[in-house]
Nanobody, 122 residues
Framework: QVQLVESGGGLVQPGGSLRLSCVDS????????MGWFRQAPGKERELVVT????????YYADSVKGRFTLARDNAKNTVYLEMHHLKPEDTAVYYC???????????????WGQGTQVTVSS
């Protein structure tokens, strides 16, 4: 049973940085496409970034390109999201997901974490 547990969220000022972590405390995630999604208040969940199982292919949403970086460590069953130059519009609950994707405004995944709140505010 895959169990994804996120950590690292919090309150940060605009322009600041945060690092999110997602650990699979159950079955290994080494064969899964891993990703981060986010949902802001009153908005649909959206894809932020995904990475293939071997790290060879990564997709970033245009809104985070150049600011966010995803990395995975299969030996530790962990994926990380480094976020820099944060903006108020990055405020959302961030979810880790295994084999996740979005079609229009609907996002689905084989497994979701419980989410971690990121708030960007002065």
């Amino acid at each position: 049973q895959v169990q994804l547990v996120e950590s690292g969220g919090g309150l940060v000022q605009p322009g600041g940085s945060l690092r999110l972590s997602c650990v699979d405390s159950g079955r290994t995630i080494s064969s899964a496409t891993m990703g981060w999604f986010r949902q802001a208040p009153g908005k649909e969940r959206e894809l932020v970034v995904t990475v293939s199982w071997d790290g060879g292919s990564t997709y970033y949403a245009d809104s985070v390109k150049g600011r966010f970086t995803l990395a995975r460590d299969n030996a530790k069953n962990t994926v990380y999201l480094e976020m820099h130059h944060l903006k108020p519009e990055d405020t959302a609950v961030y979810y880790c997901a295994a084999n996740g994707h979005c079609s229009g405004t609907y996002c689905a995944a084989d497994y979701w974490g419980q989410g971690t709140q990121v708030t960007v505010s002065s």
